[in-house]
């Protein structure tokens, strides 16, 4: 840290990226002539035009041409300083491995506390807990419209009790967990805090992250539940509470992942993602907080797809992007506000269901490109995922995935291994430029809140969407198995979800309902209604709450009393 | 004299978010040519059947990723059944085990389609559909 602030800062502007045009090299044009041109008439090329899966134009060659006036030491620096370009931290992958952490959660609190054992005894390091619709939603699991989620897509946690059971023998203070989730994060961060509190783990020492990214909601994954003032208000009550207490907790993973699989460009997920972070920066502003306070708690999550060169460029450019606006535009001092961390997660969305095999190799391609873009954390989809949830050999192969990249490929044994070649600083450039243009545009919106209510980001996703759809559909783009070498195949052993699932977790909810103090619970919901009509931050009261056994859906129903709730424009 | 033309809802179902696909066929069923009229998100049996019977539709299309089809679908083919809308095609396309789909269509469901179907596909099955 202290050699980056002495650092000097500079970084390379958006205009400056593409400025410079091509400028051969009487070589390079001999070359062109003489060797290219023949060739070209003899043989042409494959096709007519080579495009990444976002659709960005890619060179047959590049060489110097295409860095003109691009200064190594200015444009690509050295890790652990600004601009990042290389990584955040001077050994990357050499002192340490990034946090192998599969995202597991399916059934009761139970069935997932289960599997997080196995997988800790599989050596994975760190936890992430997927949990169903209604908890996603704010709905406990015996609510009317949870009919048929319980359990299916994450766990089912509709209180501190669920909550008790998921983490049970699992020691908080020396395991970092990831949550996905988003509306309703600061309940479950109360509940998560309560837990550890019981465990007897010290808040200024436990870690892990927080989604708790509702920007990305309105954007892409639309399980939102209040409109976005009240919203980021609570996002920013959850910043402030763990700018104090819980000092080494990301309380927010700022996440372009559901925005490329919802069908955006590489650059779009990099834009839409890093502009979301500038927003949550200058709400915490706006809230009185130092910028330098706060920010080394925010995280990033990106896709890791299919395009090897582009996904490790849009990580590099990702650095940049992030170094440039902390300094610039936020006056940033600290280099821990600087240097933006990322989870990484391979591309759920190009998992096939056919010939489901073939997804073991593209998560370990995909894998390879997060972690040669110095990814902090990892998770790697299991083969079986087009189908449904995991099951505990899926899961297993993926896990060695990334144990097989970590420890046999020799990858790690360098810095940035792809730092210097043409092709990347090109294409690092040219991504960091698209994204910077995106970020403008918003900017002149009026920010992000400003720019989702008028669908600016979801039009932009939707159009790429149905681009790619297209050419996948006349083979312009190949899907091995899909649209190209299709064969007959047997069906997959998949996990099914234990249908009394649902009647388990209304049993529980009955049984908890009889057992609390019903008048406490009312006690401390009414205070959260108060709270949420003021200012206060809302943190200690949720952790109040939760505490009294007040469910999720009961909080979530305090704050939708005063909060009301969001719907989106439906555009197609 | 122009044909008429068909009238589609794609309607996403159950308390998932994940509606690029919904969106992506609902536009490529525009492109050809087709009425369609897409519900949002959130949509209950009952909010689905309405809307078909006051939009009078000839499809529906509804997405699920979210493992609650075997709840979902049979709803709705009895909510459809009493408002009389006996022969609206219903169609799904999403994440469905293949062993959850014999008992779909037993109740009703006249095609499912699974991740990687192109939209070309879905669009020959609704004009072959519609044509008997």
Redesign the interface.
């Known amino acids: 840290m202290s050699d980056a602030v002495k650092g000097t800062v500079t970084t390379i502007s958006p205009a400056e990226a593409s400025a410079v045009p091509r400028a051969p090299s009487p070589k390079e044009r001999a070359w062109e002539e003489n060797t290219l041109k023949p060739t070209l008439e003899k043989s042409p090329e494959r096709q007519s035009e080579f495009t990444t899966i976002s659709g960005y134009p890619i060179r047959g060659l590049y060489t110097p041409a295409d860095l003109t006036g691009w200064d190594p030491d200015r444009n690509l620096g050295f890790p652990g300083e600004p601009p990042y370009t290389r990584g955040i931290h001077s050994t990357m992958h050499r002192g340490r491995l990034w946090t192998m952490r599969q995202f597991a959660g399916f059934g009761t609190a139970e069935d997932t506390n289960q599997r997080f054992r196995y997988l800790l005894a599989q050596g994975q390091t760190g936890l992430s807990t997927a949990f169903d619709l209604p908890t996603l939603m704010g709905y406990d699991s015996d609510h009317p419209l949870s009919e048929g989620e319980v359990g299916k897509c994450g766990v089912a946690i509709s209180s501190l009790a669920d909550m008790e059971v998921l983490f049970d023998k699992i020691p908080l203070a020396n395991v970092t967990t990831s949550m996905t989730i988003n509306s309703p994060a600061a309940v479950i961060w109360a509940m998560y805090l309560a837990v550890a509190e019981k465990q007897g783990a010290d808040w200024k020492k436990i870690s892990g992250t927080l989604q708790n990214d509702i920007l990305k909601e309105y954007i892409a994954q639309k399980e939102y539940i209040y409109p976005p003032e009240p919203s980021m208000r609570l996002v920013i009550d959850t910043f402030e509470f763990g700018m104090k207490n819980t000092p080494k907790f990301n309380t927010i993973s700022i996440s372009g992942y559901h925005i490329r699989e919802a069908g955006s460009t590489a650059i779009q997920e990099l834009a839409f993602t890093l502009r979301d972070g500038m927003e949550y920066v200058e709400w915490g502003i706006r809230r009185g907080m130092e910028v330098d306070q706060f920010v080394p708690q925010l995280s990033f999550f990106f896709n890791a797809h299919n395009d090897f060169f582009e996904e490790i460029a849009k990580y590099r450019a990702a650095r940049r992007i992030w170094h440039k606006a902390m300094v610039e535009r936020y006056g940033a001092k600290n280099a821990r506000s600087w240097a933006l961390r990322f989870h990484s997660q391979t591309a759920g969305c190009s998992l096939t269901a056919q010939q489901p095999y073939n997804n073991v190799v593209r998560t370990a391609i995909q894998a390879l490109a997060a972690v040669l873009g110095g990814t902090q954390s990892l998770h790697t989809n299991s083969l079986d995922e087009a189908w449904a949830l995991p099951t505990e050999f899926a899961a297993t192969i993926a896990l060695r995935t990334q144990q097989i990249i970590a420890h046999e490929t020799g990858v790690t044994n360098t810095v940035d291994p792809l730092g210097g070649s043409y092709f990347v600083e090109t294409l690092t450039n040219e991504i960091e430029r698209g994204a910077w243009d995106y970020i403008q545009k918003i900017d002149a919106m009026g920010g992000m809140v400003a720019a989702i209510e008028r669908s600016y980001p979801q039009r932009e996703i939707a159009e790429a969407s149905y681009r790619y759809q297209l050419a996948v559909d006349k083979k312009e783009k190949v899907i091995v198995g899909v649209n190209d070498y299709v064969a007959p195949e047997k069906p997959l052993d998949i996990l099914q979800i234990d249908e009394t699932v649902a009647t388990r977790q209304s049993e529980r909810l009955r049984k908890l309902r009889a057992e609390r103090s019903q008048a406490d619970v009312d006690r401390q919901l009414a205070s959260v209604r108060k709270a949420a009509e003021g200012k206060d931050n809302l943190m200690p009261f949720l952790f109040d709450a939760v505490k009294a056994y007040a469910t999720v859906g009961e909080i979530c129903d305090a704050m939708r009393d005063v909060f009301g709730t969001y719907e989106e424009v439906a555009i197609t | 004299m122009p044909e008429k033309k068909i009238r589609v809802l794609?309607a996403k179902p159950?308390?998932?978010?994940?509606?690029?696909g919904?969106?992506?066929i609902?536009?490529?069923l525009?492109d050809a040519g087709m009425e369609?009229i897409?519900?949002?998100?959130?949509q209950?049996p009952e909010m689905i059947a309405t809307a078909a019977v006051q939009e009078d539709v000839d499809v529906i299309g509804l997405s699920i990723l979210?493992?609650?089809h075997?709840?979902?679908c049979p709803e709705l083919m009895n909510l459809l059944r009493e408002k009389g809308m006996h022969d609206v095609t219903v169609l799904v396309g999403g994440?469905i085990?293949?062993?959850d789909i014999p008992a779909l269509k037993e109740c009703g469901i006249a095609e499912i389609f699974?991740?990687?179907t192109?939209?070309?596909d879905i669009v020959e099955f609704i004009h072959k559909r519609l044509a008997h």
């Open positions: 794609i159950g308390l998932d978010g994940h509606d690029r919904a969106k992506v609902a536009r490529a525009r369609v897409y519900t949002g998100l959130r209950t979210s493992g609650a075997n709840t979902i994440i085990p293949e062993a699974l991740p990687g192109s939209t070309q």
